[in-house]
């Protein structure tokens, strides 16, 4: 493990040999990195939250699979796609609800299944190559949707989001926080209200450090707090990240987000979804189907080594929740913003080269 504070946000970074993420548990109490050198360790990381954010976790997974790679090149051809297929299986297992996940994974497998019957060697270094290339990707599709949302924003907006899609929540740059950051960069005055975001406190920890690490104004508030808010004129658009988005447009984001959306159509603000193609799902039809995740009753009983509430009591911690299309103003991509989204337009833009 190493500790030190970096200048901007480097969520995952390879280094001499090893993946290194920062641990997002501990943040902003604590800026360190975390040292990862298999697919095991990687999806374990993955699943207590070093590392989270779709996109993040996209990353997380295909450096896995390198990881796994590298541990495997000097055994057999026939014993290295079983370690391949061990690692496609325990990564994929590590959290359900973020489609970049199985995305990513996808990827790396239909390039080693390219290079099949290449030396275990060549196999290594290709897969290697591609998870560079998916972590670099990444920061490309964030800055092309953040210019996309940007012109969405007028300037002095003041933008309420919820959760963490940010830096941290990528490889770099953010998506809803890339919409933010990219907006200011163009000269705008954007100022944030970010919520908390129960129970994990992604908006507390993470977005506010962000923004505060970038001079960009935030303020932050309790997930209750925003209806009243909006009921006093002072928010003029929301923007959120997603986890998935079906076929219909109906989007899986963190727990909470639903009532921000409900929340913004009575107060007629409009509500951007900022999400990267890779996070749209058309084998889904809408949002009944896709897989919620449901984690520990602890998350929500209290937080690290503290708890309030009492022993015994029964608890549901659902981490995430879908918006219905309906509600999404539009979806914003790298390859622009689909307004009011539904299952032909995003048939169309997926179509589009
Ligand atoms: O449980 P998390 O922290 O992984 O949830 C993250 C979110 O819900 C984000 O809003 C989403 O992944 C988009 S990140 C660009």
Redesign the pocket.
């Given at each position: 493990m190493t500790t030190s504070q970096a200048s901007s946000v480097e969520t995952l970074r390879w280094c001499e040999g090893h993946l290194e993420m920062i641990d997002q548990r501990v943040l902003p109490a604590r800026f360190q990195y975390l040292r990862y050198d298999s697919a095991q360790s990687v999806a374990q990381g993955i699943r207590e939250?070093v590392v989270?954010?779709?996109?993040?976790?996209g990353c997380a997974a295909a450096y896995g699979v390198a990881l796994e790679a590298l541990r495997h090149r000097k055994v057999s051809a026939a014993d290295f796609a079983v370690a391949m297929e061990r690692s496609f299986e325990v990564l994929a297992a590590s959290?359900p609800t973020?489609v970049n996940l199985s995305w990513a994974l996808g990827r790396m497998r239909r390039r080693r299944e390219s290079l099949a019957s290449q030396p275990v060697a060549a196999q290594v270094d290709a897969l290697l190559t591609e998870a560079h290339e998916i972590r670099a990707e990444d920061i490309r599709v964030n800055r092309a949707l953040g210019e996309h949302g940007a012109a969405l924003l007028t300037d002095g907006a003041r933008v309420l989001t919820?959760?963490?899609?940010?830096a941290l929540?990528?490889a770099g740059h953010?998506?809803?926080l890339g919409v933010i950051r990219s907006a200011v960069a163009a000269g705008k005055r954007i100022s944030v209200i970010a919520d908390e975001t129960r129970p994990?406190l992604?908006g507390a920890r993470l977005t506010a450090w962000e923004m505060l690490q970038e001079r960009i104004p935030v303020t932050l508030i309790t997930d209750n707090m925003a209806g009243f808010m909006m009921s006093r004129g002072e928010v003029d658009a929301v923007v959120?990240?997603?986890?998935r988005v079906a076929a219909n447009g109906d989007v899986a984001?963190?727990i909470g987000?639903y009532m921000v959306a409900v929340l913004a159509q009575r107060h007629r603000i409009p509500f951007y979804v900022?999400?990267p193609i890779s996070t749209i799902d058309m084998s889904i039809a809408d949002g009944a189907a896709i897989p919620i995740e449901e984690r520990s009753q602890r998350e929500v009983t209290g937080f690290g080594d503290c708890q309030w509430a009492a022993d015994g009591v029964s608890v549901r911690n659902p981490?995430?929740d879908v918006t219905p299309a309906e509600l999404v103003t539009a979806l914003i991509t790298e390859r622009g913003a689909v307004h009011q989204p539904n299952r032909e337009r995003l048939a169309a833009l997926l179509a589009r080269a």
């Open positions: 939250m989270r954010g779709a996109p993040a976790i959290r973020a919820h959760c963490n899609a940010g929540a990528t953010g998506t809803a994990f992604q959120v990240g997603a986890d984001n963190k987000t900022a999400s981490a995430f």
